[in-house]
């Protein structure tokens, strides 16, 4: 079985410019999470997505957005961008079925510099 | 509001010892407690979980506990080896859609 894919690894960006970032779960996933990971502040819930809809939100910014496709891929974009978005964004895929929660599989992630 | 709070946040044990980590969370409505181990550069990976119907589990050298009426829950590591050092995030998952980690323990194992 194929693992988490994030695209891209790495990303330079400019303060204003918006970007998006891509993850493919494992085959057969419906749920799909994304994190914010800075050495300050751990692991931080952005948002998931199941079916294409998005079930829940952190206490993130309205710049910060997703979503989800039919074939389960998922995206997030952040507009407007800030030095403090600097951080690894991780996706998580889980096999969630019915109210039934298994752990997630992370992906790479997809670390962002904004300067 | 939701929050998980995990004790300590560096941990610095001899090689063979045991180490033990200590998670607490605030939402009575969590119902699963998985715990992953991030070493440099890595990305997080699954290493146990635990049901919020069960109190205790154990894979080889770790376990883990779960007290529901304290809110409380651990991580125990057991002959502790140098490629045990990582990172380990304790995290509860809420009503089934959020999961919410801890900040994370640094663990040192040392030869």
């Known amino acids: 079985k194929a693992g988490v894919t994030q695209t891209p690894r790495y990303l330079i960006k400019t303060r204003g410019q918006q970007v998006t970032l891509s993850c493919s779960p494992i085959s057969g996933h419906r749920s799909v999470s994304w994190y914010q990971q800075t050495p300050g502040q751990g692991l931080q819930f952005l948002f998931e997505y199941f079916s294409e809809t998005q079930r829940n939100k952190g206490n993130f910014p309205g710049r910060f957005s997703g979503r989800q496709f039919s074939n389960s891929r998922s995206e997030m974009n952040v507009s407007t961008l800030e030095l403090g978005d600097s951080a690894l964004y991780l996706c998580?895929?889980?096999?969630?079925?019915?109210?039934?929660?298994?752990?997630?599989?992370f992906g790479s992630g997809t670390r962002l510099t904004v300067v | 509001g939701e929050n998980v709070e995990q004790h300590p946040s560096t941990l610095s044990v001899q090689e063979g010892d045991s180490a033990v980590i200590k998670c607490t969370y605030s939402d009575s409505a969590s119902n699963y407690f998985p715990w992953y181990k991030q070493e440099l550069g890595k990305r997080p990976q699954l290493i146990i979980d635990i049901r919020s119907n069960v109190g205790e589990k154990k894979d080889q050298r770790i376990a883990v506990t779960l007290n529901k009426t304290a809110k409380h829950f651990s991580l125990h590591i057991t002959e502790t080896q140098p490629e045990d050092s990582a990172v380990y995030f304790c995290?509860?998952?809420?009503?089934?859609?959020?999961?919410?980690f801890g900040a994370g323990t640094r663990l040192f194992v040392k030869a």
């Open positions: 995290a509860a998952t809420q009503r089934q859609v959020k999961t919410i």
């Open positions: 998580a895929s889980s096999d969630a079925k019915g109210r039934r929660r298994d752990g997630y599989t």
